[in-house]
């Protein structure tokens, strides 16, 4: 309806307290007339009003009741878009099992209707929510399903937002170059489409990756440059995003004060606009900087809080740094009993997030996402060559229904034909080829035939396991930056070495480093060069 367009981009986002007084209108009509859709859309504005000023048990509210009037309409993509609407509140509140849920049933939805741009949407949602809750593998898997439909669709906009949020998974990680790769390629999106207020998530994100890298300087910069852009376009979240990570990067700098003041201004917003997860974080990293300084009773009271409210929120990266926080502080207090407590808890969050069954998965999610692209690539390029093939031939039948008599002109036709589709067939075989420089053959023959391939056993390899002896003890010993500065030395080392013998490095993990020999391709030396 036009009079819900109006509402929608007149005042929504301008003068959100006016939508009532307008939906009123909306709804009455919808009552007196027993039209149904208008008091759907009445009902949504009003939840859309209430959730951009942050009443989100009000919006909660209308959500619901225009769900119903859209279901009870029939109207399957309006009832997809309450469920995704009523999905952001609960994230917003913090309440990622109920989002999940939401965002599932809207995704369920958008399938049965064949709303690509809304399955799309939904993947991106369902993978920021996945993230939060600490399941890497299977957010990467969500947004790796939104990217490849927005790429389908031609929606820069939104394929920028998937391809920033697959290197938030990848910076999560650990693996800086690939989160890079991904920013970088969301940030010329968001410039070719004039987005700047996701042009400054995405400036915060490189930043990350540069403290990451202990170039504090750029890192400064690029966080200064995000939240100048979200304080210029009003939006609050980035902004107080930013502030955070300026306080992250004076903490590096073992600058605490200023650290501790641009985590409290990050803290304001967080709690002024209502951001649950954002208010936890804040609190634990404040209560990490006064235990590293030496306020160490004050920062376990932060951290203790920080704790306790990302239990209830059922962020597992939160934990993890709440009890890595309690532990250092207990354990300067001599508290030893308290401090293997939270070291064991610690260490168990850690692990959830950062284990050998998640390096595999990512790398097998990698690996089919890179084969179904070109696997993609390769058949909308045969289908453009046979479009090509087709008008080949309808042009021929022209000539030929032309000149019944030309014998001569149709054999020559039929030779161009024939020439056409064996230089398809060698185009296709060419295909084929370089599907085999990326797979074994037996692997892509598996693939074209069922979809998928199964795992194959190779009788022979050599696979290294290396540790480090006493790494337990060091690290009670070592800050956290020092020790991951050692470890990064010794892990590029350990890099050159297997290169230098011919062994694949799979993954590191915590303080092992696994390499294999033998591998991909099976050899009788795979001892030896291990």
């Given at each position: ?346 260490v168990a969050y850690r692990d959830s997030m950062y284990n050998e069954d998640n390096t595999k998965e990512f790398t097998r999610i990698e690996m089919q996402y890179d084969f179904d692209k070109k ?146 391709v099976p050899n009788e030396t795979h001892a030896k060069d291990a």
């Amino acid at each position: 309806m036009a009079f819900s367009r109006y509402i929608m981009f007149g005042y929504m986002y301008s003068r959100p307290d006016t939508v009532p007084e307008l939906t009123r209108e909306l709804l009455d009509y919808g009552r007196v007339h027993d039209y149904g859709i208008a008091i759907a859309q009445a009902h949504n504005l009003d939840g859309i009003a209430n959730d951009v000023q942050g009443n989100y048990e009000e919006a909660l509210t209308h959500y619901q009741k225009a769900l119903l009037a859209y279901e009870e309409a029939g109207k399957i993509k309006g009832a997809a878009n309450c469920l995704a609407n009523i999905a952001a509140v609960y994230a917003s509140q913090g309440n990622y099992a109920q989002a999940l849920e939401f965002d599932q049933k809207a995704l369920a939805r958008r399938k049965e209707m064949g709303d690509k741009q809304g399955m799309a949407g939904s993947y991106n949602n369902i993978g920021l929510i996945q993230r939060e809750m600490g399941n890497y593998p299977a957010a990467l898997r969500s947004f790796m399903s939104s990217s490849a439909i927005f790429e389908e669709l031609g929606d820069d906009r939104h394929l920028s937002k998937a391809l920033g949020n697959l290197g938030i998974v990848y910076k999560d990680q650990g693996d800086l170059e690939r989160a890079k790769e991904y920013y970088e390629k969301a940030l010329r999106l968001k410039e070719k489409v004039g987005e700047q207020d996701g042009e400054s998530q995405v400036l915060n994100n490189l930043g990350e990756i540069y403290l990451r890298q202990d170039n504090y300087a750029k890192a400064l910069e690029y966080f200064e440059r995000s939240g100048a852009i979200a304080a210029d376009v009003g939006d609050k979240g980035v902004h107080a995003v930013s502030l955070g990570n300026i306080g992250a990067t004076y903490a590096e700098m073992d600058r605490y004060a200023e650290a501790v003041a641009a985590y409290e201004k990050s803290l304001l917003i967080k709690e002024g606009i209502g951001d649950k997860r954002g208010v936890a974080h804040a609190i634990i990293n404040i209560g990490s900087i006064h235990v590293e300084s030496g306020s160490t009773a004050t920062g376990l009271a932060k951290c203790l809080d920080g704790l306790e409210q990302s239990e209830e929120l059922g962020s597992i990266p939160d934990m993890e740094q709440a009890c890595e926080c309690l532990y250092t502080g207990y354990k300067a207090i001599g508290n030893a009993g308290k401090a293997l407590q939270y070291f064991q808890r610690f260490v168990a969050y850690r692990d959830s997030m950062y284990n050998e069954d998640n390096t595999k998965e990512f790398t097998r999610i990698e690996m089919q996402y890179d084969f179904d692209k070109k696997e993609a690539a390769t058949q909308a390029e045969q289908e453009k060559k046979d479009a090509i093939a087709a008008e080949e031939l309808r042009r021929q039948k022209v000539v030929r229904n032309g000149f019944m008599g030309g014998f001569a002109l149709v054999a020559l036709f039929a030779g161009i034909f024939f020439t056409q589709r064996n230089r398809i067939g060698k185009e296709k075989a060419r295909s084929e080829e370089l599907l085999l420089n990326i797979l074994p053959e037996e692997v892509a023959e598996e693939l074209k035939e069922k979809g998928e391939a199964d795992a194959k056993l190779i009788d022979q390899v050599t696979v290294l396991f290396t540790d480090f002896k006493g790494f337990t003890a060091m690290s009670e010993q070592l800050s956290p930056k020092a020790l991951v500065k050692d470890l990064h030395e010794c892990f590029r080392a350990f890099d050159n070495i297997c290169e230098d013998h011919g062994l694949e490095k799979i993954k590191t993990i915590g303080d092992a480093y696994m390499a294999a020999g033998g591998l991909p391709v099976p050899n009788e030396t795979h001892a030896k060069d291990a």
